[in-house]
């Protein structure tokens, strides 16, 4: 038997040299991308002539061009309101397809059930996607898929399908509208969720894309965000989300005092930094602490007569609002977590869609990311290194999503905005159970106790060390007293076998995720 | 010496087997497309993370990027206002650099001195471009480079960078608004020329892309219609076109009753076919004519309350009137003629830009012309077979330009609009000089004396047989009238030498230019 070295990289990892061989990985090395020499691949094109792409039958659609072993996609762009990929995976199992590799932007809870089912029936062997949670991280955390599952940041994805590493064969791609050619947006119909940011990279793509709609519009559609050159086939379907079920859960302001406790705290630490000034730009993701982080930024922004530049990424109503009000000139919408901010997709000017290679590839002539000053994200885990774990939960299952985690970490002020502690668990720790960003990307990390300064960025510990209310600890010291108030966890037990890989941005491989035991 | 077989074409025209197989060509056959499928191309990105591309130095940006052997592009948007193309090739001359291939969108006048002095140079080897005029026109038809130039319109150009069959190194792009990292659109600044549809595919094909530029805006600059992800440079230059060169010479009314009688019949003719009816789609083109017509058309549809679904193609300011009218519902955009087009596409919701492979790839999956009803497009002269020439002069001269004249004659409705006679110059001819867009796409020619319907389109004989004060006649009769006006040319003389290939719209050849004797 080969003997299984360990390299230890960046991140204090131990991924075995098996591991890197058995998958045709390189190690993760430095979040530095360098300047390489990339050649892009492109799809296959089938060239339509006709005057409608309409059909009327899935089925129909499903079987021309879904064949065993092939690479299918689909976006999350509706998230838990999708009735896209549940009509679609049911049609391909009672087809009795086998061997297909699964790569959405994501998935969501709504589709964990027939993900599961298409495992088991052998029709799933491979999946790559942001992220898993519920049921069917629990299945794949015991050991349900049989090939480990890659999980990429969205800025990745890009990344992978401009490579080539990812080659999708068909894109079904839910939409709230589109003409009888495919030309198709996010913005008008029922099920309406603004930008198209992650399926767009689908649409170049892919070599086959079927658009599947319940609102087929007149031709021309504008704007085309999916164009009719990219489409293959238009579905019409009765029904192609629901629009209650597309916002994000965690749209309103938290009440919670620990939440807003934490989200003045980063705004403390921004509105101190040098980056605090006109024209800095920012994003903040979803999630009830980081709408209040929007609040309190909208009063310094305010107060401080300064605006910025642009707001980026997953955007939310009260993002659109400062857009609305002249606080933000800009808006780079990659996707929309609620209907304010995606009806305000249609009628602000300012408010851009872009693609996720625009937004966060990293292999591109750069990406939105490169230009970001502020990110504020979310961490289940960090550790005394600054690495963050978004991915396992302390119990060693998958339960999260890369999401653009990696990619915004590129900010010259990353924020992790997170509680010492959740109810009997630390949330840092002396190290993750998975390295999702590593900690070379991380600069700040604020608790309800305090914040804690990467080392590294000592000239952001003159900018910090004096906001009256704010401790400044070490992340050291932050760790010992989560661990004081919850006590030593007892150590996760794992299998040897690998249920998935972590890639960092650039495609190294930077963590994987064991089976847990039972 | 091997034996000249030469083969007769769908077009009647004699192209030897010699110059297929010299130029690895296959002949055209067919204005059907059909179903092939194609594995597009994709461009090498050098990775940039840096947060700056502008540069003060074209010379340093043409140094770094420009090699012998390359192929090289530009658009043609600004015009006659254009300020790139000279600044670019003269630092290229001066470097001394040798054998590129000119490949811009099209060659217009203001370009032919630098041109023939590069080829002259042995700088520039091979051309490709939509069309030549005047002195350049002059220096090709009577050998003045060596290798013959390929002629191509809007539509094959798109397919051709698609395919590979243009492989453009380094893309000069000048553009009236730019950020740091390369957004850009065509729609702000002092040089405001409205859609950048040639350049999109520059800029999305290019290994590299600069661009050039006078107005530096804030980042991001939206909309992007030229993206930071696709740019390796901005260079910022004291000016990048002339404002008052950059509309159409003729974007007035026509005056002269013999081309008022001309539209006013085109219109007759629309109006009395089946194509004219709720949501119909035209093209109309540019020049004082085709103004004209869509003066009448707007009457006939205002009349009959009919309202269009789109307009397609090169834009003028009447096609914008009409849009904010609500007789048009979209304009679909790929350049504008004049200040009015372009001014309106920043400001009208439902004027969309689309590149030029959106608007005429054949190889697509499905492009704007294919779903276009009536064409109204010109000529330097047509033959019996209704084959048009809109390429060389009756002396044999290179001295026009494809543009979409192949693209757009795949309407249902594709409408000659040509005087008998210009001056002692007759346009129906017995057999064009050169053979652009083949008879099958051609459905009537209308003149000043009166029409003639392809006999292939049987089913327009009825619909257009009792217009009052039109005369049907054959083309033949149509072709002596003219003969009986202006006698018979004596037949022009040329060398054997072949000075420029003409590809029909799917990359075969449908004729050749040959050296006319001096």
Known sequence: ????????????????????????????????????????????????????????????????????????????????????????????????????????????????????????????????????????????????????????????????????????????????????????????????????????????????????????????????????????????????????????????????????????????????????????????????????????????????????SFALGGITKPTTDLLKEGLVKKVMDVQDFDKGAADAMQSEENQQEIDASWYADPDNKGAMVDQLDVAILSALEIDTNFNVNVMSGSDGVIRGAIGGHQDAGTAKLTIISAPLVRGRIATVVPQVTTVVTPGDSIDVLVTEYGIAINPKRKDLIGQLNNIPGVPVYSIEELQKMAEHKVGTPEPLEFTDRTVALIEYRDGTLIDTIKEVKD
Not at 77 to 92: A, K, S, T, Y
Not at 222 to 240: E, L, M, N, R, W
Not at 259 to 272: G, H, R, W
Request: proline share 3%; no cysteine.
């Open 1 to 308: 038997m080969r003997r299984a070295i360990t390299l230890e990289n960046r991140v204090q990892r131990k991924v075995s040299e098996d591991t890197l061989n058995k998958y045709n990985y390189r190690s993760f090395q430095t979040t530095e991308i360098g300047h390489p020499d990339i050649q892009r691949v492109a799809p296959k094109v089938h060239v339509t002539t006709g005057d409608n792409k309409v059909v009327e039958s899935l089925r129909d659609v499903v079987k021309k061009t879904v064949h065993d072993g092939m690479t299918i996609s689909f976006h999350h762009h509706f998230r838990n309101g999708d009735f896209v990929f549940n009509q679609v995976m049911e049609i391909i199992l009672d087809e009795g397809i086998k061997d297909l590799t699964l790569a959405p932007s994501s998935l969501t809870g709504v589709m964990n059930d027939a993900v599961i089912e298409a495992i088991k029936a052998g029709t799933i062997t491979h999946i790559t996607s942001s992220g898993m949670r519920g049921s069917l991280g629990e299945f794949v955390s015991h050991g349900g898929l049989k090939n480990p599952v890659i999980f990429r940041s969205h800025g990745n994805r890009a990344r992978a399908i401009e490579h080539g590493d990812i080659k999708i064969d068909v894109a079904f791609l839910g939409v709230p509208n589109a003409d009888r050619l495919g030309n198709a947006n996010g913005m008008k119909g029922d099920a309406v969720f603004g930008s198209l940011g992650y399926a767009l990279m689908d649409a170049q793509y892919a070599d086959k894309v079927v658009l599947v709609t319940d609102n087929i519009v007149d031709y021309p559609n504008t704007p085309a965000s999916i164009k009719q050159t990219q489409v293959d086939y238009v579905v019409k379907v009765k029904q192609v989300g629901d629009p209650d079920k597309i916002g994000s859960d965690a749209t309103r302001f938290t009440k919670d005092p620990k939440e807003l406790k934490i989200a003045k705290t980063v705004n403390d630490v921004i509105v101190n930094s040098n980056y605090f000034k006109e024209g800095f730009s920012f994003q903040t993701g979803s999630g009830g602490a980081a709408l209040a982080v929007t609040r309190y930024l909208r009063k310094a922004m305010i107060d401080n007569q300064i605006t910025a």
